[in-house]
């Protein structure tokens, strides 16, 4: 386990979310990026969370509902960490894992792409 501060996660977050191709980023609409310490408890070694209604999933009734919610917790993800380089490597898999949710790509596919 390596240990690294709220701040410098939160700036490898960022950049994880930087590095997310133009056109998928500008296709994110209606939906949020929160970084917390812990997971639920209900589950506590998740990395990330994606909260909301998928893009595939939206209709015409899709309107006044709250953001989605994509979430990265940082001590699981440290927990199965060594080196920064780790960290660094983790934090792009759940960010792309998170958003490819908000997408509509089911886990299974996710996994067939290596971002499990």
Known sequence: MIDV???????LVT?????VPRELADRLDNVVL???DDAPSHDPHL??????????ERDSTYAG???DRIFVYRNPTL???????????????????EIAHFFGIDDARLHELGYA
């Open 5 to 11: 501060d709220p701040d410098r996660f939160e700036e």
């Open 65 to 67: 509902v709250v953001p």
């Open 34 to 36: 929160f970084i917390e």
């Open 79 to 97: 927990a199965i960490c060594e080196t920064e380089e780790d960290v660094v490597e983790e934090v792009r898999i759940t960010v792309v894992h």
């Open 15 to 19: 950049a994880a979310l930087a590095d």
């Open 47 to 56: 990395l990330g969370l994606y909260d909301g209604i998928p893009l595939t």
